[in-house]
T-cell receptor, first 118, second 117 residues
Framework: GAGVSQSPRYKVAKRGQDVALRCDPI?????LFWYQQALGQGPEFLTYFQNEAQLDKSGLPSDRFFAERPEGSVSTLKIQRTQQEDSAVYLC????????????????FGPGTRLTVL | AQSVTQLDSHVSVSEGTPVLLRCNYS??????LFWYVQHPNKGLQLLLKYTSAATLVKGINGFEAEFKKSETSFHLTKPSAHMSDAAEYFC???????????????FGQGTILTVHP
């Protein structure tokens, strides 16, 4: 596609429900990132994939958060037993790798999924 | 570790006057620096990026930023504001070689730019 797409755009969940958020990166982009943006804050890093390998998950706030990218393309962020503090916009970004030994590629962001936990 | 501080949470200007959004960074390595803009209900859009080439970086829509290593600053400027510039702006740092080279981004808290007619 022309850009990064995410679905659903809006999700309302009752506390305790599980949710799954989908990201379709730009075709051919090796790197995929998830960020969480709380209201009034800047986005914060959650996790990073290179192809299907999850190389960094240091930003995931708890073991209720799980991300996968099984075929190195589409990624899913799953949140189990949602809590009110999980309410945020979840952003996905993809990039192609930078030149070897030099700078990383530009990250292109999707529109985000706004999750509201009641 | 790396971090970004945006010195103003809100900036208000009149249409046609200059824009200055201030950003200071901290990084243990030679950083890559970015400015992203976020319009309401839209995704983040890259305005410009610095990656150790020219210190004065020109971006889209007439914006530019100057990397000043001695001041650890990367302020965003535009000579003349337009109503369509009203949005939230994020200064962003990414680790370079020797750091987190894959491109993990660290965002500032954001500056909301208001443009008055």
């Amino acid at each position: 596609g022309a850009g990064v797409s995410q679905s659903p755009r809006y999700k309302v969940a009752k506390r305790g429900q599980d949710v799954a958020l989908r990201c379709d990166p730009i075709s051919g982009h090796v790197s995929l990132f998830w960020y969480q943006q709380a209201l009034g804050q800047g986005p914060e890093f959650l996790t990073y994939f290179q192809n299907e390998a999850q190389l960094d998950k240091s930003g995931l706030p708890s073991d209720r958060f799980f991300a996968e990218r099984p075929e190195g393309s589409v990624s899913t962020l799953k949140i189990q037993r949602t809590q009110q503090e999980d309410s945020a916009v979840y952003l996905c970004a993809s990039s192609s790798p930078g030149l070897a030994g030099r700078r990383i590629g530009t990250q292109y962001f999707g529109p985000g999924t706004r999750l509201t936990v009641l | 570790a790396q971090s970004v501080t945006q010195l103003d949470s809100h900036v208000s200007v009149s249409e046609g006057t200059p824009v200055l959004l201030r950003c200071n960074y901290s990084s243990s390595y030679s950083p890559s620096l970015f400015w992203y803009v976020q319009h309401p209900n839209k995704g983040l859009q890259l305005l410009l990026k610095y990656t150790s080439a020219a210190t004065l970086v020109k971006g889209i829509n007439g914006f530019e930023a100057e990397f000043k290593k001695s001041e650890t600053s990367f302020h965003l400027t535009k000579p003349s504001a337009h109503m369509s510039d009203a949005a939230e702006y994020f200064c962003v740092v990414s680790g370079g070689a020797g750091g987190t080279s894959y491109g993990k981004l660290t965002f500032g808290q954001g500056t909301i730019l208001t443009v008055h007619p």
